[in-house]
């Protein structure tokens, strides 16, 4: 089994602003599930916004440390993106966004992207 650390050009790992991590002892139903949904969440957006330049991108949360069943479960504080770099396109200064005729993707692409984008 190959490591994460091996498969990707570049890594970097963010910490996880505190508001938005759940305490392990938080078991409310809207909280279920939460730090799996930011990491989604965080992926496809960086997928959206930079698919041609990162042709593969993968965002995993921190390993949670084994604990006793007298204690409470750590929680993952960190996310780690790995991720490969399209060489052609990675340093274009330009983001090309879709043809003005395919409505969705251009409100999509004006969505993501709000003052910087030009159709």
Same mark, same amino acid.
């Given at each position: 089994?190959?490591?994460?650390?091996?498969?990707?050009? !570049?890594?970097? +790992?963010?910490?996880?602003?505190?508001?938005?991590?759940? *305490?392990?002892?938080? +078991?409310?139903?809207?909280?279920?599930?939460?730090?799996?949904?930011?990491? $989604?969440?965080?992926?496809?957006?960086?997928?959206?916004?930079? !698919?041609?330049?990162?042709?593969?991108? &993968?965002?995993?949360? $921190? $390993?949670? !440390?084994?604990?006793?069943?007298?204690?409470? *479960?750590? &929680?993952?504080?960190?996310?780690?993106?790995?991720?490969?770099?399209?060489?052609?396109?990675?340093?274009? *200064?330009?983001?090309?966004? *879709?043809?003005?005729?395919?409505?969705?993707?251009?409100? +999509?692409?004006?969505?993501?992207?709000?003052?910087?984008?030009?159709?």
């Amino acid at each position: 089994k190959i490591p994460f650390d091996f498969k990707f050009d !570049q890594i970097i +790992h963010v910490d996880v602003p505190l508001l938005l991590v759940v *305490p392990a002892d938080d +078991h409310r139903i809207e909280n279920r599930n939460k730090d799996q949904k930011l990491i $989604s969440d965080l992926q496809r957006t960086l997928e959206a916004a930079l !698919q041609d330049r990162l042709p593969l991108i &993968v965002c995993k949360s $921190s $390993s949670v !440390q084994t604990w006793t069943l007298a204690s409470a *479960p750590s &929680v993952p504080t960190t996310i780690s993106i790995g991720f490969i770099v399209d060489n052609k396109n990675a340093f274009n *200064p330009l983001e090309r966004g *879709p043809s003005a005729e395919d409505k969705e993707a251009s409100d +999509h692409f004006q969505k993501l992207w709000k003052e910087k984008c030009e159709l």
